[in-house]
Each structure stands twice: as structure tokens, then as C-alpha cells.
């Protein structure tokens, strides 16, 4: 049975940093494609980055390149998004997802993944 546990949201000041953490069980994230989703109230899910299996390559909404990073430890079972320079429009709750789907340019397609974590909440204050 695939589980995906987020952790690591807070509250931080605008220019603050946090890193989330998706841990996984029931596969491995190197077999899947990961993705990290946000969300604000009255808001649509909006795909913020994704990895391929493999990890050798990332993908990101043109709102967090630059200053948001997905990785993932194959070791650990783990999926990361480091965030830095955070502003308050990144604001949301946070979820990861996970598909065995072929992604690619469809990687911020919410209805091509089929598994989620139950999202962590990140709140920043300007």
C-alpha cells in the first residue's frame, strides 16, 4: 500500500526558508514520478516542481524557479523541496503526489497522479 507522510511546514517571515519532506512507503520513490502540489483557500492545486524517477530532472512552476528545490533520497525513501527567499503568495498547504504514469511536460497535471500525502500547512508573513 503506497503512503506519502509530508512534513516540515511552519510559519516563517517573508525571506525565510523551510524544507519539506514527503517520506514514502509501500515503494520506492525512485520508481515513481514525484510531484509537490500547493494549494491557498479558493484557490485551484497548482503543481509547484516534479522529478522523474530517476531524479535527473527537475521541473518548475515559473513562480518558484530560482528559488525552490526538488530532490529526492532514494537512501531515505524520501522526497525534499527546499524553499528559500519565501514570499507571501507561496502560502498554502503543501502535498506531494506520486504517479508511475509517464510525466514529463504533463508533470503539473494533478489528475495524472494517484497517490497524495496528506499536505503540510505553510504560512509565510510579509
Known amino acids: 500500500q503506497v503512503q506519502l507522510v509530508e512534513s516540515g511546514g511552519g510559519s516563517v517571515p517573508a525571506g525565510g526558508s523551510l524544507r519539506l519532506s514527503c517520506a514514502a512507503s509501500?515503494?520506492?520513490?525512485?520508481?515513481?514520478?514525484m510531484g509537490w502540489f500547493r494549494q491557498s483557500p479558493g484557490q485551484k492545486r497548482e503543481g509547484v516542481a516534479a522529478i522523474s524517477p530517476s531524479g535527473g530532472t527537475t521541473y518548475y512552476t515559473g513562480a518558484v524557479k530560482g528559488r525552490f528545490t526538488i530532490s529526492q533520497d532514494n537512501a531515505k525513501n524520501t522526497l525534499y523541496l527546499q524553499m528559500n527567499s519565501l514570499k507571501s503568495e507561496d502560502t498554502a498547504m503543501y502535498y506531494c503526489a506520486a504517479t508511475r504514469v509517464y510525466l514529463d511536460l504533463y508533470w503539473g497535471d494533478e489528475l495524472r497522479y494517484n497517490h497524495w500525502g496528506q499536505g503540510t500547512q505553510v504560512t509565510v508573513s510579509s
Open positions: 509501500g515503494y520506492t520513490v525512485s520508481s515513481y514520478w
